[in-house]
């Protein structure tokens, strides 16, 4: 069908004075004695095009009224008495009738009655514009590292390992229930990969394996996580950024972490700037001056036996206790992003028991060089380390786990075939969008969230 975008009718001067032909659906309509005006909305602007009908002009419209309808309109563009433009009709098609019983009537709807309905929330102000800036971020992350000689890598998505070793994996498989099997090993072999499998909680093990060939690598794609947590931030299918490095110790990881995380940042504030604008109005008042301020400093860094200090002598009072030792909460991470330093902050060399396995070992027998990102408002988006390139280090600490070896013969053999310092990072995506859209809950930066009992 050919049609010209509504975004293009808006930043096109060329379009005024000419007949065009456009498409989208109506999200408001007004009926006055002479004239009716539908305000349309293709999904490539925020801004609805105004359609004006003279009605001593002979064109079918009634059925075209009505909210949630789809139609295709052939008209004028002419300049408005703003500055805009708006089309005069000379034709209009209803593509697609809409009932009264369209739930999407009133002009705001609360987030959590969109979430009832992810198949039209894509049709309001709010979705149309999170999703424009989701797709613009994705473009700056992939142009960020291509920028930078990365190279894209696709990391499994079945995997028959944990990489985290905390267990919160899906598990993949054809066989249903069954006590026919005597134990958990007969049950897996007979399963389709012969032994048990899972959705991948993240893609690092193989993307270690990638910049072991190709140098800087990053993915970009889905992690999985069964994990039991029903909060604001915790979705069960999440979009994940991985890059990850050779011949890069922890502080070079910090500095790209942070250059992503500005390149991104900027991008959006330039080329989104009609969403932001929405965003600052509806979600976080202030919001863009809160993002330039943050990309015009540099973040901090503060290591974690410091972090716990400060927690202790904060005399706030914490629902989780802090001891050194600890993960930091939510509650705890969000103190020292907003409190503390008041900007993006990197914590660093985390206790190595509360770490993964695959983390570089210090020398103080007690920390890893892990590195977590944490900004106001959300807490942690990033998660990072250097990795440990000792094999005789690493299978200590995988014993320490009391893991199978056997699962990590690819993983260990890149530490036995010219190991070399490395680490990279993990993005989550939709977290890094509420921060960057001001929007709460990350059930509402992505078109179908999977949270623990609940999925459409
Ligand atoms: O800290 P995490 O678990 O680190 C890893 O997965 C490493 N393998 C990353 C790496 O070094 N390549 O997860 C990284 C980030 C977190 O900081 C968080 O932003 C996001 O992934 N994340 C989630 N986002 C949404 N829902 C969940 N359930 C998430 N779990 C982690």
């Not at 899906?170 to 048990?196: C, H, L, M, P």
């Not at 604001?232 to 910090?254: G, R």
């Not at 001891?323 to 985390?350: M, P």
Request: net charge negative; proline share 3%; with cysteine.
């Amino acid at each position: 069908m050919k049609h010209i975008d509504i975004k293009n009718i808006f930043t096109d001067k060329e379009y005024i004075g000419q007949s065009v032909t456009v498409c989208g659906w109506v999200r408001t309509a007004r009926n006055s004695k002479t004239m009716a005006f539908i305000a349309l909305n293709d999904g490539t602007s925020l801004n609805h095009l105004q359609i004006v009908i003279d009605k001593s002009a002979d064109i079918s419209f009634e059925d075209a009224l009505h909210l949630g309808t789809s139609l295709k309109v052939i008209g004028k563009v002419v300049e408005d008495q703003h500055g805009s433009v708006e089309i005069n009709a000379e034709e209009i098609t209803v593509l697609g009738t809409c009932p009264g019983e369209y739930p999407l009537q009133k002009k705001r709807h609360t987030l959590e009655f969109l979430r009832t309905m992810p198949h039209l929330r894509g049709r309001t102000n709010t979705f149309n514009a999170v999703l424009r800036v989701r797709s613009i971020m994705a473009e700056a992350i992939h142009q960020y590292f291509q920028d930078r000689n990365f190279v894209y890598v696709n990391t499994p998505l079945i995997t028959g390992s944990d990489c985290e070793g905390a267990g919160e994996m899906f598990q993949v498989t054809t066989i249903g229930y069954s006590t026919d099997y005597k134990n958990d090993e007969e049950y897996y072999a007979d399963d389709f990969f012969g032994r048990r499998a899972g959705l991948s909680v993240s893609g690092q093990l193989e993307g270690e394996v990638a910049a072991m060939a190709m140098g800087k690598i990053y993915t970009f794609g889905p992690s999985f996580r069964a994990e039991n947590s029903n909060t604001p931030k915790h979705l069960a299918e999440f979009w994940h950024v991985e890059p990850e490095i050779a011949f890069a110790e922890l502080p070079d990881i910090i500095e790209e972490a942070e250059s992503m995380v500005k390149y991104v940042i900027r991008t959006v504030l330039d080329t989104c700037q009609e969403e932001m604008k929405f965003f600052d109005a509806h979600f976080e008042k202030g919001l863009i001056a809160r993002l330039e301020e943050l990309i015009s400093h540099e973040f901090g860094v503060c290591d974690y036996t410091e972090a716990i200090r400060i927690l202790k002598e904060s005399g706030e009072d914490f629902q989780y206790p802090v001891e050194w030792g600890c993960d930091l909460q939510t509650e705890h991470e969000r103190y020292i992003s907003e409190k503390v330093f008041k900007k993006a902050v990197f914590v660093t060399n985390y206790p190595k028991d509360i770490k993964s396995f695959y983390m570089k070992q210090n020398p103080d027998g007690k920390t890893v060089a892990a590195v977590d990102l944490l900004v106001p408002g959300v807490g942690e988006i990033i998660g990072g380390s250097e990795r440990e390139a000792d094999y005789d280090k690493l299978v200590a600490a995988m014993n320490d786990r009391n893991m199978n070896l056997d699962l990590y013969s690819d993983y260990l053999d890149l530490r036995k075939f010219g190991s070399v310092p490395h680490g990279g990072f993990g993005l989550g995506f939709e977290r890094l969008i509420m921060y960057v859209t001001g929007v709460s809950n990350i059930r509402d930066v992505i078109l179908y969230p999977r949270t623990v009992g609940s999925i459409r």
